[in-house]
């Protein structure tokens, strides 16, 4: 079975502008988080989704946002841009939304200008 | 608040030198605890779930065990190979979200 898959790998923005992350799960996995990673924080949990509905949210402000299509796909999407979004974002996914074990992608990093 | 809390937070070992790396958690109702390695660059491998108290799971020179306040992961006769951060990671609630520590990282010489 192929693994998860994020697009980008890298990206780079400046200040003030948005960003649209990517991850497709594994094939038959109904659930994905969305992680940010950076050296000071460590994994922080963002949001995480299923059957297209968010279930779970973390302790980020609404400029980060996410959504999950019905092919269980799903995009993150960062609006006006700061410094401090710079970060290692993770996408995660598991069969099913009661605690199974989640699997990770690559990861997509972030570096803002 | 759910507390992950990792040590050392780096450990390094010469090759074939065993020792443990500690995961104490503070949370509401554990659901599981999850073992990860990270390599650098990359995703979040999983190794190991645990889920009661006295559960034990082994692979390769690794094994992971729980007891109500903390986890353990051994490392037995470590390889240079086995450099890696090591994360640990407590499941609550009756969702998906995981609460991470922040990770050990460990340097094997040869």
């Known amino acids: 079975k192929a693994g998860v898959t994020q697009t980008p790998r890298y990206l780079i923005k400046t200040r003030g502008q948005q960003v649209t992350l990517s991850c497709s799960p594994i094939s038959g996995h109904r659930s994905v988080s969305w992680y940010q990673q950076t050296p000071g924080q460590g994994l922080q949990f963002l949001f995480e989704y299923f059957s297209e509905t968010q279930r779970n949210k973390g302790n980020f402000p609404g400029r980060f946002s996410g959504r999950q299509f019905s092919n269980s796909r799903s995009e993150m999407n960062v609006s006006t841009l700061e410094l401090g979004d710079s970060a290692l974002y993770l996408c995660?996914?598991?069969?099913?939304?009661?605690?199974?074990?989640?699997?990770f992608g690559p990861g997509t990093r972030l570096l803002v200008l | 608040e759910d507390q992950v809390t990792q040590s050392p937070e780096a450990l390094r070992l010469q090759e074939g030198e065993s020792s443990s790396l500690n995961c104490s958690y503070t949370v509401s109702g554990l659901r599981g605890l999850f073992w990860y390695r990270q390599d650098p660059g990359k995703g979040p491998e999983f190794l190991f779930t645990?889920?009661?108290a006295g559960e034990e799971k082994e692979k390769e020179r690794l094994k992971a065990t729980l007891t109500k306040k903390e986890s353990f992961l051994h490392i037995t006769a470590p390889k240079p190979e086995d450099s890696a951060t090591y994360l640990c990671a407590a499941l609550t609630g009756a969702n998906s979200k995981l609460t991470f520590g922040k990770g050990i990282t460990l340097s094997v010489r040869p």
């Open positions: 645990l889920y009661s």
């Open positions: 995660a996914s598991s069969s099913n939304s009661g605690g199974e074990t989640q699997y």
